[in-house]
């Protein structure tokens, strides 16, 4: 079983949707979860983190954890196809990061 | 303030040459950490760096890979005798404190084995 699991879509919406993204995990110990975006053919960028369970708002992205299901969320409200990306979770314990293998959006004007 | 820089882009060598991929942390940044990125499978650890120490290479292959990072200087990735199945996107991130949810990648090394 992978550290952290993500399906990896492809997910497409048209533009101003709401788009739900999820990322379950295994290891309990882990404290730190983030959420990175990927441009084709660029480094992650980071985009949120959250430490241990709740809800972390930032202008139109939402990031939820659920410590009691392992279960990460990602909010993206009035989505503009600027967000098309792929998207991974990941969750670190100590200096070991674990990522999920991204799921990719598209958002269609 | 420039952002973690890795050089070259775009690698090619045939089967048996060595790749070496260079790192350089965001400045005031002491944590490198280094991923592979293959198509399908997202990012996998590889080794984590402190300056003149590897603190852990549990996600390096035991053999033809290795890593530094000196006391002056970019951290470096070398991999010996290189395979086509080394063909990957190869990332490093820094961050400034160890465990810290705040990791900052590079734009990657594409390197492709012919």
């Known amino acids: 079983q992978k550290e952290v699991e993500q399906d990896p879509g492809p997910l497409s919406v048209p533009e101003g949707a709401i788009v739900s993204l999820n990322c379950t995990y295994s290891?309990?110990?882990?404290?730190?979860f983030m959420w990175y975006r990927q441009y084709s053919r660029k480094g992650p960028e980071l985009l949120m983190y959250t430490y241990s369970s709740g809800n972390k708002e930032d202008g139109r992205f939402t990031a939820q954890v659920d410590k009691s299901s392992k279960y990460i969320s990602l909010f993206i409200r009035d989505s503009q196809p600027s967000d098309s990306a792929t998207y991974l979770c990941a969750a670190n314990t100590g200096n070991q990061f674990y990522f999920g293998t991204g799921t990719s959006l598209t958002v269609i004007p | 303030n420039a952002g973690v820089m890795q050089n070259p882009r775009h690698l090619v060598r045939r089967r048996g040459q060595e790749a070496r991929l260079r790192c350089s942390p965001m400045?005031?940044?002491?944590?490198v950490y280094w991923y592979r990125q293959l198509p399908e499978e997202g990012l996998k650890f590889m080794v984590y760096l402190q300056k003149e120490n590897i603190i852990d290479e549990s996600g390096m292959p035991k053999e033809r890979f290795s890593a530094e990072f000196p006391k002056e200087g970019p951290s470096i990735l070398r991999i010996q005798q290189v395979v086509r199945g080394d063909s990957a996107a190869y990332f490093c991130a820094s961050s400034q404190i160890v465990g810290q949810e705040t990791q900052y990648f590079g734009p990657g090394t594409r390197l492709l084995v012919l």
């Open positions: 400045k005031g940044h002491s944590h």
């Open positions: 290891n309990s110990a882990f404290q730190y």
